[in-house]
């Protein structure tokens, strides 16, 4: 479950804050009243990453306030809100399995190492970098429902500027695929995105290609703020042979 280590942070300190209170005195106060806050660039991190939100947090009589639904459902809870009772909830959510301690069992590692079809596990998944934007490659696998192949990968951006990032070139086994094989991502400054690429095993099929060896992309980055624009260095993801 997505943002799982910050339960404990939602129960706790967002439920505390997001109702206006923390007292029992509070919950009973019905009125409008005017009050000052500040606002004052306060960032959100679950699990060390960035959480975007409509509304933006801020500080008041030495608290801060965050969105309840937005740091909620990051944490897997849903909310639900009773106009009748004036009351917002937090549910649901996963609990984590527990975890067992076991002697390693050599040939079932070696059976999770076989991927089926015209792929083995990943020796190396490199990275490529452009400007202020590294891209990773996260996982690769084998939608046989859709007959497709298809990886995932993020765009962190660390830096100011901000950057719309597509594939200019796609190689498989040294082949060039198509240039309808394109991803589009929002690399924008400070944060993290993430993309898909989906290959047809039909295309694979038509350019005799029947088992991978290693692809090969490399990235163009366009800088929306009118600046420099960036070519990646090759991104090289090699399987067993």
Not at 135 to 156: A, G, P, Q, S, T
Request: charged share 30%; glycine share 6%; hydrophobic share 35%.
């Amino acid at each position: 479950m997505r943002f799982q280590r910050m339960r404990d942070f939602v129960m706790g300190a967002v439920t505390a804050s997001l109702v206006l209170g923390v007292t029992p005195a509070a919950f009973a106060k019905v009125a409008s009243m005017n009050i000052p806050v500040q606002y004052n660039n306060i960032k959100v991190l679950v699990d060390g990453k960035e959480l975007r939100t409509e509304k933006e947090p801020f500080l008041y009589d030495g608290t801060t306030y965050l969105p309840l639904r937005a740091v909620a459902e990051a944490v897997g809870k849903e909310v639900s809100w009773d106009s009748a009772t004036k009351t917002a909830a937090l549910s649901g959510g996963r609990e984590e399995p527990p975890t067992e301690e076991t002697e390693p069992d050599e040939t079932k590692d070696k059976e999770e190492t076989q991927q089926p079809g015209r792929w083995t596990r990943v020796t190396n998944k490199t990275s490529a970098v452009g400007g202020s934007v590294e891209i990773k490659c996260v996982d690769i696998r084998e939608n046989l429902d859709n007959d497709m192949l298809e990886l995932d990968f993020k765009f962190d951006n660390t830096g100011d500027d901000n950057y719309h990032v597509w594939i200019e070139e796609c190689y498989i086994n040294g082949k060039r695929m198509p240039v309808e094989y394109e991803i589009f991502a929002n690399a924008y400054n400070n944060r993290k995105t993430e993309e898909t690429l989906k290959i047809k095993m039909s295309d694979l099929d038509a350019a005799e290609i029947n088992k991978l060896h290693e692809i090969s992309i490399t990235f163009h980055g366009y800088n929306v703020d009118g600046g420099k624009g960036f070519d990646t260095n090759a991104l090289r993801v090699q399987f067993k042979s």
